[in-house]
């Protein structure tokens, strides 16, 4: 049992470069999320997904794209890359928030800078 | 926007100390709330969720105040491994709102 998978670990782009960051859960999780985490400024959620075909903004949407085609995949896509958008991006998973305490699985994290 | 606040720290304390940590949310809409650690450059793990009535898993004691929007971690006898980052989450609705984390750093 995988749990939550991203790939790649690292990344370095150039400014204008678009890519797309993957995650993959293997736990039949409803629920799905993108984070950033900053130095100083915590996690801020970006995109999530209550299902496959339905996605939602969170806190800081600008600059990045998610599509849930199926469960168990939830890339985040960033368009136009910016010198702003180097941080440390989670994905995270878990069944649906809304039924009692479900803890969240975070995968390992992509860690991304732009030059 | 909606906060989840905590002293940022540094906790330095020695082994075997008692150490607290509180944390205020501003929503009072907020639903659930939990406890996750987080080890330098490592995903977050739970550690706990926060019951209204409290709760304790072995060293550990969450506890929720809602009446004065605050939830506390009480850790005894603090070992090096509970060196690590502490990051007080609340849930509303779909989304969870972190808190920018609590530093404890164990020394023998």
């Known amino acids: 049992n995988a749990g939550v998978t991203q790939t790649p670990k690292f990344q370095v782009l150039k400014t204008g470069q678009s890519m797309t960051l993957q995650c993959a859960q293997d736990?039949?999780?409803?629920?799905m999320s993108w984070y950033r985490q900053d130095p100083g400024m915590g996690l801020r959620l970006i995109h999530y997904?209550?299902?496959?075909?339905?996605?939602d903004q969170g806190e800081v949407p600008n600059g990045y794209n998610v599509s849930r085609s199926t469960t168990e995949d939830f890339p985040l896509r960033l368009l136009s890359a910016a010198p702003s958008q180097t941080s440390v991006y989670f994905c995270?998973?878990?069944?649906?928030?809304?039924?009692?305490?479900?803890?969240?699985?975070f995968g390992d994290g992509t860690r991304l800078s732009i030059l | 926007r909606k906060e989840v606040e905590q002293d940022p720290g540094p906790f330095n304390v020695p082994e075997g100390a008692t150490v607290a940590f509180n944390c205020t949310y501003s929503?009072?809409?907020?639903?659930?709330f939990f406890w996750y650690r987080q080890d330098c450059r490592k995903e977050p793990k739970l550690l706990m969720s926060?019951?209204?009535s409290g709760n304790e898993d072995g060293r550990f004691t969450a506890q929720l105040n809602r009446a004065s929007q605050y939830i506390s971690l009480l850790i005894r006898d603090s070992k090096l491994s509970d060196s690590a980052t502490y990051l007080c989450?609340?849930?509303?609705?779909?989304?969870?709102?972190f808190g920018k984390g609590t530093t404890l750093s164990v020394s023998s």
């Open positions: 995270a998973s878990s069944y649906h928030p809304t039924e009692s305490n479900q803890p969240q699985h």
């Open positions: 736990m039949n999780h409803e629920y």
């Open positions: 997904s209550v299902g496959a075909g339905i996605t």
């Open positions: 929503n009072s809409a907020s639903q659930s």
């Open positions: 926060v019951y209204s």
């Open positions: 989450v609340g849930r509303e609705g779909t989304a969870l709102i």
